[in-house]
């Protein structure tokens, strides 16, 4: 394997390959400067969600950041609860006004509706994107053929599944996503541990969160984690992670 890539080509930028997930976030006066000195200190992906926070995660990356800088990825997620199609253009335009922008880089369904037909919910983020008010669409928690069937309404540029060291259920879609050039954004990207892991980190005086993450990095060129902290020392920790490099033998034995 060669040499991993400290960036990935999407929404017209190269993005770091590790964001920032901000399922804690709340709307203080310390979260708004963590996220500021956050794309300071690099961060070019921010993950929100509608219902993280009961909403305050959106409107503190609204408070803080907006408007958005040109190198800088928002993105978030309506959907979660079902409740059908009006429910979700409902939640769609209530990211908007609370990230304060008029368009969104990357907006995903968070998960499929259980009464409603994928390619009848996407049809709503169609709208969006056809409009251009969301760049690009994303699918959360899917499998390939969910890809597949939501690819004949709107293009997918992300798929956000639940991936780590722990849980890999998920090696066909990111193989899949590899194969096709689509980003793939693993949550609860540092479950795992265990005795290889910690001598690992030991030998290149690395945390393990930092060996977890250049792991996922180098599993597939389309990896982005975004690991969830509000900790700008975390952050800078976590970022340092794309500057570890994983040997062959390393890597293999994770």
């Known amino acids: 394997m060669g040499a991993v890539t400290k960036t990935i080509p999407f929404a017209g930028r190269e993005l770091g390959r590790i964001g920032l997930g901000t399922n804690r976030l709340t709307d203080t006066p310390d979260n708004r400067a963590f996220l500021r000195a956050a794309v300071e200190a690099g961060v070019q992906m921010i993950d929100s969600a509608h219902l993280y926070s009961s909403g305050e995660s959106e409107r503190t990356i609204g408070a803080a950041l907006a408007p958005f800088a040109d190198e800088l990825v928002v993105a978030t997620k309506a959907g979660y609860h ?7 253009r409902e939640e769609i335009e209530e990211s908007f006004e609370r990230l304060r922008t008029d368009v969104i880089d990357l907006y995903y369904l968070h998960r499929l509706d259980p009464e409603v ?5 996407l049809e709503v983020l169609a709208e969006f994107h056809a409009a251009g008010r969301i760049r690009n669409v994303g699918l959360s928690e899917v499998t390939v053929d969910q890809i597949l069937l939501g690819r004949s309404v709107v293009p997918v540029a992300a798929v956000q599944n639940e991936y780590s060291l722990e849980r890999r259920k998920h090696d066909e879609v990111v193989d899949f996503c590899t ?11 540092l479950r795992g541990g265990g005795k290889t892991l910690d001598e690992i980190a030991a030998r290149l005086s690395a945390t393990r969160q930092q060996v977890k ?15 969830g902290t509000l900790s700008i020392d975390h952050l800078r920790s976590n970022l340092a992670a794309l500057d ?10 994770l």
């Open 117 to 121: 037909a994928l390619p009848r919910t």
């Open 244 to 253: 570890l490099e994983l040997s062959d033998e390393d890597y293999a034995a």
């Open 82 to 88: 079902g409740g059908g199609t009006e429910r979700l």
């Open 213 to 227: 993450l250049a792991w996922l990095v180098r599993r597939s060129d389309v990896m982005l984690p975004i690991p």
């Open 179 to 189: 194969e096709e050039g689509i980003l793939f954004v693993p949550f609860f990207p």
